[in-house]
T-cell receptor, first 114, second 112 residues
Framework: DTEVTQTPKHLVMGMTNKKSLKCEQH?????MYWYKQKAKKPPELMFV???????INESVPSRFSPECPNSSLLNLHLHALQPEDSALYLC?????????????FGPGTRLTVL | DAKTTQPPSMDCAEGRAANLPCNHS???????VYWYRQIHSQGPQYIIH?????ETNEMASLIITEDRKSSTLILPHATLRDTAVYYCIVRVLRGSNYQLIWGAGTKLIIKP
């Protein structure tokens, strides 16, 4: 299984809502990542988890809260988002957190904040 | 703070070789060049990476100049399914973690 799955595929939420994005991989990878991608732009790194511990936070606002319950799962909890947070949120994983030899990406969750 | 420069778009005829250039004139000696592509409405897909030697795999070839200031990704026989945005990326070490610094991407359109 060389797949990264993400749910939901689409999400529409109001600025006062609380929602969560979910990412799952069963490749035994020990690094997992959250990226944000705006239209016609490259992905921007948000968070990196290495062996289930947060190792990189790219100065992301606290309204985004990542969680790694186990080595296969990665969540992104959303609260009090702004319309400018509307974007495609991509999850990725890689075998070696120190190497980045190859990151496998999920299809993304398209988030719209009203 | 992108370390790579790519043309915004390119066309290529189906069946021909697609050559995608990338400039990375500020690259350091231990920083790898990666290429990913993103087909519309999908997540990015790894293609190939290299340090200083030319590399080839089942998807593409990567040609890196001797001074490492630029590289070219070659898709030898482009098909319509190769239409995508192609990102040239440099892997840098920040603290104890490696990070991918993505370029702006080249939109490659394969024409029948």
């Amino acid at each position: 299984d060389t797949e990264v799955t993400q749910t939901p595929k689409h999400l529409v939420m109001g600025m006062t809502n609380k929602k969560s994005l979910k990412c799952e991989q069963h490749m035994g990878h020990r690094a997992m990542y959250w990226y944000k991608q705006k239209a016609k732009k490259p992905p921007e790194l948000m968070f990196v988890y290495s062996y289930e511990k947060l190792s990189i936070n790219e100065s992301v606002p606290s309204r985004f809260s990542p969680e790694c319950p186990n080595s296969s799962l990665l969540n992104l909890h959303l609260h009090a988002l702004q319309p400018e947070d509307s974007a495609l949120y991509l999850c990725a994983s890689s075998q070696d957190p120190q190497s980045y030899n190859e990151q496998f990406f999920g299809p993304g969750t398209r988030l719209t904040v009203l | 703070d992108a370390k790579t420069t790519q043309p915004p778009s390119m066309d290529c005829a189906e069946g021909r070789a697609a050559n995608l250039p990338c400039n990375h004139s500020t690259i350091s000696g231990n920083e790898y060049v990666y290429w990913y592509r993103q087909i519309h409405s999908q997540g990015p897909q790894y293609i190939i990476h290299g340090l200083k030697n030319n590399e080839t795999n089942e998807m593409a070839s990567l040609i890196i100049t001797e001074d490492r200031k630029s590289s070219t990704l070659i898709l030898p026989h482009a098909t319509l399914r190769d239409t995508a945005v192609y990102y040239c990326i440099v892997r840098v070490l920040r603290g104890s973690n490696y990070q991918l610094i993505w370029g702006a991407g080249t939109k490659l359109i394969i024409k029948p």
